[in-house]
Nanobody, 113 residues
Framework: QVQLVESGGGLVQAGGSLRLSCAASGSIFSIDVMGWFRQAPGKQRELVAA???????NYADSVKGRFTISRDSAKNTVYLQMNSLKPEDAAVYFC???????WGQGTQVTVSS
């Protein structure tokens, strides 16, 4: 059974940084487009960043210049480096494998002002 397992969430002050990790089991990682989504209370889940198998990336306008998505194929892991965090970045962050249609369990990010 292929799984995605996130880690790295937590509480941080505004202006701080966090790095989220998503470890993928199985053989999907090397070929699948991977992404990070987030969902705040009362809001729809939204795409934050995505990366394909050759490292091409795209970002939501709200995080451009502050967040960086990357992947380590040797570790089957995708990362989301989040800098200059704002209170509006607070949400549950989910890892997603687009082609495999898999979701992780989510990790909470809380940003205090």
């Amino acid at each position: 059974q292929v799984q995605l397992v996130e880690s790295g969430g937590g509480l941080v002050q505004a202006g701080g940084s966090l790095r989220l990790s998503c470890a993928a089991s199985g053989s999907i990682f090397s070929i699948d487009v991977m992404g990070w989504f987030r969902q705040a209370p009362g809001k729809q889940r939204e795409l934050v960043a995505a990366i394909n198998s050759v490292g091409s990336t795209n970002y939501a306008d709200s995080v451009k210049g502050r967040f960086t998505i990357s992947r380590d194929s040797a570790k089957n892991t995708v990362y989301l480096q989040m800098n200059s965090l704002k209170p509006e970045d607070a949400a549950v962050y989910f890892c997603h494998a687009f082609q495999s249609k898999l979701w992780g369990q989510g990790t909470q990010v809380t940003v205090s002002s």
